[in-house]
């Protein structure tokens, strides 16, 4: 698996895409729904993934589904058990619907063997979710200013023949680049906007980064932490 690929799979959720719900002894649990998850590999295998229901084990005495599911990609093959509780009609408890209670038992499972290849793993990590979320370096040095803004500012970022490279070898990919700009769009950031925020971060414009600076803009675009003006 290339580290491109490693970057999508394990960026943070966005905000809006995290759940939450009760959990055993009063806690609460965060989650992502199913379609987050296979949008996610969407993005990390350009839709070049297969998903495969392998057993479904209905336990009508003990009220639940079972399902073992597998996923791969990338001669990748992961694995994972996902459950469903039986719904009943709540007066004569007759079984409602049984289908859609298959449907969750293997979304269930699609999430868990996700989880192997990175995707959500932090929502399972309870010290993890406490963490405050990754920041770029310019962030770790000095206190930013309180600005979300990605708004370009005067001056200028510097002519491209002027922008300081990243180290030989090590410039971003294109297919980084495509994503970076994808995403950009997709947060309604303009072009010139993501060059600017990246001027003022990591001292270079988009086609200047290097690989782990593409790769911690990548991650901070999935999570909803560069925002358009």
């Given at each position: 698996?290339?580290?491109?690929t490693r970057?999508?799979l394990t960026a943070?959720f966005?905000t809006n895409?995290?759940?939450q719900?009760?959990?055993?002894?009063g806690a609460?649990?965060s989650?992502v729904?199913g379609?987050?998850v296979v949008e996610?590999l969407?993005q990390?295998?350009?839709?070049?993934w297969?998903f495969?229901?392998?057993?479904?084990?209905?336990?009508v005495?003990?009220?639940?589904?079972?399902?073992?599911?597998?996923i791969?990609?990338?001669?990748?093959i992961?694995?994972g058990?996902?459950?469903?509780q039986?719904?009943?009609?709540?007066d004569?408890?007759?079984?409602?619907d049984?289908g859609?209670?298959?449907k969750?038992?293997?979304?269930?499972?699609l999430?868990?063997?996700a989880?192997l290849?990175?995707?959500?793993?932090n929502?399972?990590q309870?010290?993890?979710?406490e963490?405050?979320?990754?920041?770029?370096r310019a962030?770790?040095?000095?206190p930013?200013p309180?600005r979300q803004?990605?708004?370009?500012?005067?001056?200028s970022a510097?002519?491209p023949?002027?922008?300081?490279?990243?180290p030989?070898?090590?410039r971003?990919?294109?297919?980084?680049?495509?994503?970076?700009l994808?995403?950009?769009v997709?947060?309604g950031i303009?072009h010139?906007?993501i060059s600017q925020?990246c001027q003022?971060?990591y001292?270079?414009?988009v086609?200047?980064l290097?690989?782990?600076?593409a790769s911690?803009l990548?991650?901070?675009?999935?999570?909803?932490?560069?925002?358009?003006?």
């Amino acid at each position: 698996m290339d580290e491109n690929t490693r970057t999508i799979l394990t960026a943070p959720f966005r905000t809006n895409q995290i759940k939450q719900r009760p959990g055993s002894f009063g806690a609460t649990l965060s989650y992502v729904e199913g379609s987050a998850v296979v949008e996610r590999l969407n993005q990390a295998f350009d839709h070049s993934w297969n998903f495969e229901v392998i057993t479904v084990d209905i336990n009508v005495d003990a009220g639940e589904v079972i399902a073992h599911v597998r996923i791969a990609a990338d001669g990748i093959i992961k694995e994972g058990y996902g459950s469903s509780q039986i719904t009943r009609h709540r007066d004569s408890g007759e079984i409602v619907d049984l289908g859609s209670n298959i449907k969750a038992a293997c979304t269930d499972g699609l999430k868990k063997a996700a989880t192997l290849l990175g995707v959500g793993l932090n929502l399972y990590q309870t010290e993890a979710a406490e963490e405050p979320l990754p920041q770029s370096r310019a962030q770790h040095s000095e206190p930013p200013p309180a600005r979300q803004s990605t708004t370009p500012r005067q001056p200028s970022a510097p002519h491209p023949s002027q922008q300081p490279a990243a180290p030989s070898g090590n410039r971003l990919t294109a297919k980084q680049k495509s994503l970076i700009l994808k995403l950009a769009v997709e947060a309604g950031i303009s072009h010139t906007q993501i060059s600017q925020y990246c001027q003022e971060v990591y001292g270079r414009t988009v086609d200047f980064l290097s690989k782990a600076d593409a790769s911690k803009l990548i991650e901070n675009l999935f999570s909803g932490q560069v925002k358009a003006a």
